[in-house]
Structure formats: C-alpha cells, structure tokens
C-alpha cells in the first residue's frame, strides 16, 4: 500500500485544526499548521512519484455507494498524468501557502483564510487522485465551494460575495453537463470506474461517446472558464491575490484539462467532440487575448490571460496533443502564479492599489518584484529557451499538423499575449511613477516563493513532461518542423516590440490608437458587453418571470385562487361547517369522536352487507 | 411485545406523561419531553441494528386484534423503508423539543404534549400494516399539527392551520373511500394478506377499478408530499407555524405521502401507478424547477425553504415514478436527507427568527460577522441542500437522477436543472442574510448559538456527513426493500411492465444478495 489517501487528508487535517480551533491559536501556529501540512502532502506525493513506473497505483478504501447494481467506491490511483498534477498542485501549492502568510499579515479571518485554503487542497488532490468520475466530481464541487468561499473571503463587500455566487452559479450550469455525462456513462457502460468505462469505451457507438464526450466538455468549459462560461473567472478576482494565484490560475481552472486529457479513451472514439475542443480552446485564446489588450487593472489582464492560455491547452487537448496541453498546464501553472503572486506584491507594495494606471517606474521600487516578474513575462510570451516557450510551442506545431489555419490564429494570439503581457509590465515598472502611495519591496517570506517560482518559469520548460507521458497518451504526429518553431517565436517578439514602442519608447502613441480604433477600443474595453448580454437575456428574465408569472401569477393567482374559489363557493356549505369550527379543543375532541363511531357503524354495515 | 412497540409506546406515554404534570412546572414538562424523547430516540437505533437482512418483508412485527367486527388489527411491523423514518421521526422530536426550550412560553404543556403525539402518530404512520390503523394514524398525527400551528403559529396562523387541514382532509377522505372499498373486496384490513391475495391471484381490480382505487391513494399522498400543483397549502403552514412546527411538518410529516406511494401505490396498484408514471413525472419535474423558480423570489426566509421543499420533493416523486432500483433508493434517501437539511435550515430559521424576530431577508445582513457559529452551521447547511458532495442530499439526488435516466434519460436532463437553480437561491439567500455589512439592529440582537442551540444542530450537520460520506450504514436495508417492492409491483402487472430496460443491473444486484 502506498497510503495514497494521505496526500489529501493530511491538508484536511489541517483544514479541520484550523477551522475549529484557529481562531484560538496564534499566527504562527496557524502558519504551522496550514503550510505544514501541505509539505507534507508535497513530501509524500514526491515520494510516491518517484516510485511510480508505467503502471498505475490503485487503491481502494471503502465502498461510497451501492444500489441497485451500481457500485461507487471511494478509490484513488495515482498514474503519469496524475503524477504531474500531484507535483503542480502540492508544488505550487505549497509556494503560494508560504507567500500567503507575508501577503495575508495584515488581513483580519486569518486562520480562516487558511483552513479555506487547506481545505481547497483536500478537494483538488481528492480530484486528481479520484479513480471514478463520481470522486471525482467530489473534488470538482469541493474546489468550487472553496472558490466561492475564498473569492467571498471579505465577505463585507458585496461585489465580492456577488463574484463568489456567479463562480459557483455559472460553474454550476457547467456541472449540469458534466452529471449528465455522469448519468449516460453508468446507463451504458454500468460503472463509473476510470478503468473499466476507458477500456470499454472503443466497443461503444461513436453517437453515445460524442453525447458523452460533449456533455463533459460542458462541464469542463464551466471549470476552466471557456467560452461560453468563462464569465466567472475575471470577477473572482475580488479574492485575495494568492487565491487568485493558486486557484483561478495554477491549479483548480486547470481541472478542466485534466479532466478532458483523463478522459481522453473516450473522446478518441467521438472525434467531432475532439474537433469541438479545439475550436473552443482556439476561439477562447483568441477572445480572452484581446479582452486583455485594454484592460487597466493588473490582475484583470493576468485574468484574460488565463482563460486565454486554458485555451491554449483545450487547443492542444483538441488536435490531440495531451501532453503537450498538460505541459503547458504545468508550464502555465509557474508563470502565471508568477505573475499574480508579482501583481500580488505589486498591490501590496502599493497598499492596495490595482490600476496601472496609477503605477509606473516601480522597476526601481521594488526590484525583486520586478526581476521575478520579468522572468514570468517572457516565459509566457514564448520567448525561448523559457517554459512557455517549449509548451506553447508543443502545442502550434501540433495545430498545425491538425489544421494550419488553427496555427496561425494560435500564433497570432501569442503576439497579442506578448503584447499586453509587456503592456502591463511597461505600465507597472517602466516610465514615471504616476501614484501616491510609497512603494515597499515585499518580505522575504512573499519574494522567496517568487524566486523559487522566476527558476521555474525561466528552466521548467526542462522538465520534460511529453516524454513522462510518452506512453500514456495516443502518440501524436506531429514533426519537428523549424520554420513554424520561428514564426511563432517572432510572433512573441514582434508583440513585445510593439508594446515596448508605444508603451515606452512613445508613450501617447497607445492613447491615439486607443482614439482612432474608438467603437472597437470600446467594445473591447467592455469585455464584449457579455456579461451584460447575458443579464438581459438570462438573468433578469428568469427573476423578473418568476415573480411575476410564476409566484404572483400561478401560485398566488391561478392554484391559490382556485382552491380560495372553492371555499368561497361553497360559502353557504362553509357557515354550515362553521359551526363545527368553534376553536374549542373540546369541541374537535367531539366530533373526531363522533366521526370515528360513524364511521365504525359504517364499516359495520358494510361488512354486514357484504 | 417487540421493541417497535416500545418504540410506538414510548411517545404515547410522554404524551400522558407530560399531561399529569401540573402546568405550572413549566421546566418539569420540558425536562419529562426531553427525556422521553431522547429515550425514545435510542430504543429506535434497535430497531435498524436489530433489522435482520436475511428476512424479506416487515419485522418486530405484532398482530393482534384491534377491534373485533369489523377486524381491524393493531399490526404493526417495520423494514428497510419505514425504519429510517421512524428513526427520522425520533432524531428529530429531542431536537425539535431543545429549540423550543425558551421560544415557547404560553400553554407550555399543551405544546409538549401535542409534540410527543405528533410524534406518535408520525411513527404510528410509518409502521402501520393494518390500513384502518395507518388511517387512524394518519388523522392522529393531522389533529396535534393543526393544533401546533393554530396555537403557537404567527399571525395568520388560523387560516394557514385550517388550510392544512382542510387540503389534507380532503385528500385523506379519498382515501378512506378507498381503504373501505378495498376492504369490502378483499375482507381485510391487513395489508399483508391483502398483498398476498393480489400476488396470489385471489384479489384483482379491473383496470378501472384500479385506476379510481389508485387516484384516490394518490392524490392523499401527492397533497402531503406535496406534488405540484396541490403545493399551496406548504407556503402558508410553514410560515405561520413555530420552529418545531415547520422542523416537523418538512422533515416527516411529508414524508408521509411518499412513504404512502412507495408502500401502498405502487405494490397494490402497479399497473396504474405504470400507466400514470409520465404524467406524474411530468408534475413532478415542473415542481423540482418552479419550486426552485418560485423559492428565488421570495421575500421571506421560511417561504423560501418551504418552496425549496416542493423542488426538492419533487426529486423524490421521479425517483418514485421512474420504476428503477437505483430511482427508488435516491427517493428514499431524499426523503431522509430533506428531513436533515431542510430539517436543519428550519431550526436555523428560527433561530434567527428568536433573535430579530423578523423572517424577512431584508431585514437582516451582515449575521457573519454578528453570529460566524451560527453562519457557519447556517453555511454548512446551505451546501448540503445545494447538493454539494460529501453531504447528504448529493447521493439521493445523485441515485434519483441516475435511475430516471436510466428510465428515460430526458427526465433527467430537465430535472437535472433543478440542482442549478437550488444553487442560486440558496446563495442568493446565504449572500443576504449574512454577508455584507450588519445592521445595527442586527448586530444588537443577533448573537452567537448557546450551548443548548450547539447541541440541538451540531447532530444534524454530523447527520449530513454521515449521510454524504458513508452511505453504506445506511443504504443496504433500503435497497433490499425496495428491491422487494419492485418485485412485487412487477409481479402484479397486468399490461405491460415496462420492459426491464435494467435488466444486468438487477440481476446483478441478485448476485449480491445471492438470491
């Protein structure tokens, strides 16, 4: 036995000591506690990976439920891909619980804080360790409430418990789709089991593993904030910078992947479910990318460039390059907690300020910050030898053997991705300083996990992961082919360029593009007015109706008033019945007895009849 | 003299009990409902360690002649399906009686005493296998309800008292016809021989006969589930009625009509229950979904949850109705988790209601920062209602889906929807009442839980984990039950039976049991 299940109940305990008792305890055992007990998650998830060969670890604790036929247990497996999700979550995870506890000093819920952010480790390593869909989808749901909970965390601003909802409410409707995927792989395949529903899949009609394939696709669009319900991730910004590090950035918006590569067997067998991938993921990196082009607050920028880099991976998934969307996952998951966990000491440094347009020349300010961030800026913008640059690349090339044109909207993405990466990064660091505050270089304990993270990004591209995966995934075709290689990495040079020219070397240059592009500047600036498309279309008529119509119209009018009619209608027969309404206990006593002898005589008579 | 017995006893005592007490020993009463019902409580836990799996059908049975022309019995008996609700019954009476404690201040012994016969009823409904008896409980536990919201209910709680009243009686009366009818054919009350005398081929109702015989059991049963659109009369009773009131009418009294359909409609009238199937579940998926629509816009706490109740029992009836093994056991375990959380979402309810005395949303905000214990409990409670996994109502509605798609997979695509919306009006709801800033008037008189209110919820969020994480203490005897109703309702069909689409699943589950 490898003891798997203590990977996620050791940051439950955690969660549990510190959720009941941390309002009790001082920060520092707080500290202790919630980052302890996250090492030693790391510790046991290396040691578990460092003795893990092609075959999969299967463990299996207690049966979760049984009816009918069907049977749920509550097992975990740890395999290759699995493998590299443990050592993301655990790794990153643990970095961003030591930055927490410089960034978070000075906020009051505390132990709170932490126990949420324990206990969102428990479900994400739940959900990569889960070895049927249904625990998986324990860990999926669990990661959604503790999103909620930590966007929500000042619960005393109402746009922040508003984001919280919409996260939960839209991640929701995503997961409609993934139980009813649920539901249609147990009416044909009997199980949930990973095991037996992928190997039985190839024997399944094409028809039934597309319903299945795109229902799942559904839910995972839900999770990894994908055109159409990407809508959520932006808002969840109102949270606390870590969590918008570590969970709508390096780990829990990445489910969605995992949870298309996991079930990979099955999208094999319904290819346009596959293509439907694709076309998501490259649309989505396209739309989120220029959203990110004119936005001001730093981290609603690194925000699009989320669901614009998801994309990517969904992409790569899509032409059926796995591993390369895990590589990138993993690549994603240093540079983009990067660059929040930068932004985040950007907002620190300046008590709280997140326009950047109230920022500039902090280069100076607070170096760490900027080196370290600068480390994550060329990493995403492919810039080689970094991470992104191997896994973005990975992924062009593999779209290019699927269908060129998906190639080269792929790398005009990655220019406009260099592009307002180095926007923000001229903004913030470069030019005149245009705020008020007095800018302070972040503690050790916030510029440690920053460095740790710069390495990273810079040198992680190194690891590896499609040869780690290399007989895990259906190989992908795809040849090394230099000239694409080039292109795609001047994409992110020219991107850079461009921003650098009208950001620093000809600052006002960005507003007069800004001024003749006008309707489109506005429309973009305005997200595309999705959200507010979708509160006219969605929202305000299903709250607005079912006032309306449905309490006011049909429960209080037509039911209400029928069964009201009746009893007028019968008004004469009612001040007869009034009389036996006397409100005297007495008097009911009498008649419930007299009803009963009545009664009594009656079935006596029947039976004498009979 | 079985332990049921005991068990039906226990209650009925108190009752007498609580009755010899001089009423101005107010804590005398109360300490005397505690004890009793804690007792109580623990006797019944024999009955599910007690419940053998190798004996099909009821056990701790006892017959013996009631009254002697016409025969009716007092037999009593409980299996899989009933020993949950009974135990739900008395989980819920020790609780029901500690937040009362200091909320109800006048005519102190009646209200003890009206709850210990409630309870005596509700667990008399349960167990009865006579079906005069099951009728006799039937109204016994009717009168002490009436009475609880009458007396100790809000405002309008006389016309909301008579509504209840009226609504059920009108659907019991069916019932009555029904049960009489019934008797004059087969010359018993007792349901097991009657049972055996339809299996046996020495009773049979003509399709129509049976038809009318099953609208007159239905319709009973769907106004106390209650199945749209016979739902109206809920709205008003939980409102008007006190904590305990509500706590007790959500979490067992509705039980009592899909306990009905699942004993009585569907093994004695199979072919009916069959032919009408789809239109109830089409009533039933327009209650999951306008329930939650209708719960989004309410105004008032108490409302809300009581229409949450129509959406949330609305998954129990297709679960009932999808004639699947994995359909019926999530519809009995809905029954049992909705008694829980919304159980539980009363008695939080009504805390908040002693302390600001006010059941509109928009009188309160800000409670977490006022009461985080309360909020917390209050917190833990609105996810496992949502349906959030771990906790309990995720399996049963987890089962219940599954087995209507299963049945027919588009019933679950709409029903499905329900559990999106439950997650914006439970939100919607927690956003309101407790985040945000705090009102003066709420930070003044919205404090934390007393150790007494600790007590009184901390078994009911145990309950819901419990319930979400470890079904198997819970799931094996309702299987086998339900697996035996399955059978019987087969068995008796006359026309068709839906041609086992599940046919591996089922045989497979025989394997197991190894039949």
Redo the contacts between chains.
């Keep these: 036995m490898h003891q798997l299940w203590l990977i996620p109940a050791l940051p439950f305990a955690g969660f549990l000591i510190n959720g009941i008792l941390g309002r009790r305890f001082s920060r520092a055992v707080v500290n202790a506690v919630a980052l302890g007990s996250v090492l030693l998650a790391f510790l046991w998830a290396l040691k578990t990976v460092l003795g893990l060969g092609e075959a999969r670890i299967f463990e299996h604790y207690?049966?979760?439920?049984?009816?009918?036929?069907?049977q749920v247990g509550c097992d975990f497996a740890v395999d290759r891909l699995t493998a590299v999700m443990l050592m993301v979550v655990t790794g990153v995870g643990a970095l961003i619980h030591i930055y927490s506890i410089g960034y978070m000093a000075h906020e009051d819920g505390y132990y709170r804080f932490f126990a949420y952010l324990n206990l969102f480790m428990y479900f994400m390593l739940t959900l990569v360790l889960a070895a049927n869909f249904?625990l998986l989808?324990?860990g999926w749901?669990?990661v959604g409430?503790c999103s909620?909970l930590l966007i929500?965390f000042w619960?005393?601003k109402?746009s922040a418990?508003?984001a919280?909802?919409k996260a939960?409410?839209v991640n929701?409707?995503g997961?409609?789709g993934f139980?009813?995927a649920m539901?249609?792989i147990?009416?044909n395949f009997?199980t949930l089991d990973f095991q037996i529903v992928f190997h039985a899949a190839p024997t399944k009609p094409e028809a039934v593993l597309t319903t299945i394939a795109m229902l799942l696709l559904v839910g995972a669009c839900g999770k990894s904030a994908q055109f159409p319900l990407y809508v959520w991730l932006p808002d969840a910004m109102e949270g606390p910078t870590p969590v918008s590090a570590l969970i709508h950035a390096a780990t829990m918006v990445t489910a969605g992947v995992y949870m298309v590569a996991r079930s990979f067997p099955i999208y094999q067998g319904a290819p346009s479910a596959l293509e439907i991938v694709a076309y998501i993921g490259l649309f989505t990196a396209a739309f989120a990318a220029t959203i990110g082009l004119a936005q001001n607050d730093i981290k609603k920028v690194f925000a699009y460039s989320t669901v614009s880099q998801l994309g990517y991976m969904f992409l790569g998934a899509g032409v059926g390059a796995f591993s390369a969307g895990i590589y990138h996952l993993m690549t994603h998951a240093f540079f983009k907690a990067l660059l929040f966990l930068g932004a985040g000491s950007v907002i620190h440094a300046l008590s709280g300020e997140q326009d950047m347009r109230n920022m500039g020349g902090l280069r100076k300010k607070i170096p760490v910050t900027f080196w370290t961030l600068m480390c994550a800026a060329v990493a995403i913008s492919g810039v080689p030898p970094t991470a992104g640059f191997f896994s973005k690349d990975a992924i062009l090339v593999a779209a290019y053997h699927h269908a060129p044109w998906m190639y080269w909207i792929g790398t005009i993405t990655a220019g406009l991705t260099a592009f307002y990466v180095f926007r923000a990064m001229f903004l913030t660091f470069f030019g005149e300083y245009r705020g008020h505050e007095h800018p302070h270089e972040s503690p050790k304990v916030m510029t440690i996990p920053l460095a740790v993270l710069g390495v990273l990004s810079i040198a992680g591209g190194f690891i590896k992961v499609p040869a780690w995966l290399e007989h895990f995934f259906p190989v992908a075709e795809a040849p090394e082919n230099p000239s694409l290689v080039f292109i795609s990495v001047a994409a992110g040079l020219i991107g850079i360029f461009i921003a650098y020219v009208m950001y620093v070397a000809r600052p006002g240059l960005a507003d007069s593009v800004a001024s003749s592009l006008d309707g489109l500047y506005r429309l973009v600036y305005n997200k595309y007015f999705v959200d507010e498309i979708y509160d006219a279309a969605i929202v305000k008529p299903?709250?607005s109706?079912?006032?309306a119509v449905?309490?006011r119209g049909?429960?209080a009018g037509l039911?209400?008033g029928t069964?009201n009619g009746v009893?007028s209608g019968s008004q004469g027969f009612g001040g007869w019945l009034k009389l036996f309404?006397s409100?005297n206990?007495r008097s009911?006593a009498t008649w419930?007895v007299f009803g009963s002898v009545v009664?009594?005589v009656?079935?006596?008579l029947?039976?004498a009849v009979? | 003299m079985s332990l049921l017995d005991i068990v039906l006893a226990l209650p009925l005592l108190g009752f007498l009990a609580v009755l010899l007490v001089p009423r101005q020993n107010e804590e005398t009463i109360r300490r005397t409902a505690m004890v009793i019902a804690v007792v109580t409580f623990l006797a019944s836990i024999g009955l599910a360690t007690g419940l053998s799996s190798d004996v099909p059908g009821p056990q701790f049975v006892t017959d013996v002649i009631w009254i002697a022309f016409p025969e009716i019995h007092y037999h009593v008996g409980t299996d899989g399906l009933s020993v949950w609700l009974v135990i739900l019954s008395t989980f819920l009476t020790p609780i029901c009686i500690l937040i009362s404690w200091r909320s109800i201040d006048k005519r102190v012994k009646e209200f003890y005493a009206f709850l210990l016969l409630l309870e005596f009823g509700l667990i008399g409904v349960f167990v009865s296998l006579d079906l005069f008896l099951f009728y006799v409980f039937w109204e016994v536990s009717l009168v002490p309800m009436y009475f609880l919201i009458g007396i100790w209910g809000h405002e309008r709680r006389i016309y909301a008292a008579v509504k209840f009243f009226l609504y059920t009686m009108a659907g019991s009366s069916l019932m009555l016809v029904g049960i009489i009818y019934i008797y004059n054919r087969a010359g018993t009350f007792n349901y097991t021989t009657i049972l055996d005398m339809l299996n046996g081929g020495k009773l049979g109702f003509t399709p129509g006969e049976e038809m009318l015989l099953f609208l007159a059991f239905f319709i009973a049963f769907a106004i106390k589930v209650p199945l749209f659109p016979l739902h109206t009369w809920l709205p008003d009773a939980h409102v008007e009625a006190p904590t305990a009131g509500s706590v007790m009418l959500a979490s067992v009294m509705l039980k009592m009509g899909a306990y009905g359909l699942i004993r009585y409609c569907l093994p004695m009238f199979p072919d009916a229950s069959r032919r009408c199937a789809p239109w109830i579940i089409v009533l039933a998926i327009i209650g999951i979904i306008y329930g939650a629509l209708v719960a989004m816009v309410q105004p008032n706490m108490k409302k809300l949850v009581a229409y949450s109740s129509v959406s949330h029992l609305g998954f129990v009836v297709l679960g009932i109705f999808s004639f699947t093994q994995l359909g019926l056991d999530g519809a009995v375990y809905q029954m049992l988790n909705h008694g829980i959380s919304t159980g539980a979402l009363f008695v939080l309810v009504g805390l908040l209601y002693e302390r600001r005395h006010s059941l509109e949303i928009a009188d309160y905000g800000g409670v977490a920062t006022a009461a985080p214990g309360l909020s917390t409990v209050f917190l833990i409670t609105t996810l496992a209602s949502v349906g959030l996994p771990m906790l309990n109502n995720f399996v049963g509605e987890y089962l219940v889906l599954q087995g209507a798609a299963q049945a027919n997979f588009r019933w679950a695509v709409f029903a499905a929807i329900g559990v999106i919306l439950s997650a914006c009006y439970m939100l919607w709801l927690y956003q309101r009442v407790f985040y945000g800033d705090t009102p003066e008037a709420v930070a003044d008189h919205v404090h934390d839980l007393n150790h007494r209110e600790w007590v009184a919820t901390v078994p009911l969020l145990a309950m819901m984990l419990w319930m979400g994480v470890y079904t198997a203490s819970f799931l094996p005897p309702i299987t086998r039950t339900n697996y035996a109703i399955l059978e019987q309702s087969k068995m008796n069909v006359r026309f068709r039976v839906a041609a086992p689409p599940h046919a591996p699943y089922l045989s497979a589950r025989e394997v197991r049991l190894g039949r």
Excluded: C, M, P
């Design positions: 207690f049966n979760w439920i049984v009816a009918g036929g069907l249904l989808f324990v749901e669990g409430l909620y929500g619960f005393h109402k418990t508003d919280g909802n939960f409410i929701r409707i997961d409609y139980s009813l539901l249609l147990v009416v009997g299903v709250v109706g079912s006032r449905l309490w049909v429960d039911i209400d069964v009893g309404q409100g206990i009911y419930v009664l009594v009656t079935l006596g029947i039976g009979r």
